[in-house]
């Protein structure tokens, strides 16, 4: 049971695993990619009902480009069709939709459905839905890091005022963007026991949980799992009991 008094306020999500569940089946792995976004949805609901106020799901890294081109323009189809069937229930449901990550570069048509997407979400008060695209922990603080440089040359911003709260502002998760606090839990399916570049500065006192299975097969009751394996840790942030 959960204690509804210690939910995260957010919960931060490597969706691992949809190529081996493919390759297990015998099926291709845009198959499992496409298991992976029906999953993905059934969490983006269950954390809304369990209110949740930041999920996080990195649903493209930076490093993922070096896939096949087929696999890559598949991934970015999947996002397609998810905004075209669910983007009227995000509204029904108050969902704001906000993406870390230069979104920019991808293919045209998500752009424009994640464009549609952030617009039409933007006024919405319930969960917040952060999918990181095109995204990498190295490359958000190295251009966090460019952006106080850039300041400080034109004059706006002194050395001495380059705090944590600074750099933690200019991160996609920052003020400027998604303005979401640093994740209470990390969940990596598939056994996998990295971070592999997500989240690297808002990770500092994050509790990482590892189910074993692979993300097509995470349930809303794995999901519900992982929070209490974090409700039942104790967190000390560097201090003492
Ligand atoms: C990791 O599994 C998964 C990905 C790199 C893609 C995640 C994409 C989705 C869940 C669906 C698309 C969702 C959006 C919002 C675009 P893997 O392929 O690395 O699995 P493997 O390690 O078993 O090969």
Same mark, same amino acid.
């Given at each position: 049971m959960l204690n509804k008094e210690r939910m995260p306020e957010h919960v931060a999500v490597i969706m691992d695993g949809n190529g081996r569940w493919a390759k297990e089946k015998g099926v291709p792995r845009l198959v499992g990619h496409n298991a992976g976004m029906q999953a993905m949805k059934k969490i983006v609901d269950h954390s809304d009902k369990l209110g949740i106020k930041h999920l996080t799901v +990195?649903?493209?890294? @930076?490093?993922?480009?070096?896939?096949s081109m087929e696999e890559v323009s598949g991934i970015f189809k999947l996002l397609v069709k998810w905004v075209a069937s669910d983007l009227k229930g995000l509204i029904d449901n108050n969902v704001r939709v906000k993406v870390l990550?230069? +979104? @920019?570069?991808?293919?045209e048509d998500a752009v424009k459905s994640l464009e549609k997407t952030l617009e039409a979400t933007k006024d919405n008060t319930g969960l917040q839905f952060n999918i990181a695209l095109n995204y990498g922990g190295r490359d958000e603080i190295t251009r966090a890091v460019k952006s106080l440089a850039k300041k400080v040359k034109d004059g706006a911003l002194e050395p001495e005022d380059i705090t944590e709260d600074a750099i933690s502002a200019e991160l996609f998760t920052g003020v400027y963007n998604a303005d979401a606090p640093d994740p209470e839990l990390i969940i990596r399916t598939s056994g996998e026991l990295r971070l592999s570049n997500f989240l690297l500065w808002q990770s500092a006192y994050s509790e990482l949980v590892f189910p074993e299975v692979y993300w097509p097969d995470f349930t809303p009751e794995e999901f519900e799992k992982a929070i209490a394996d974090y409700q039942s840790r104790e967190r000390r942030f560097g201090g003492r009991k």
């Open positions: +990195y649903a493209f890294s @930076t490093e993922n480009w070096k896939r990550g230069d +979104y @920019t570069v991808l293919p």
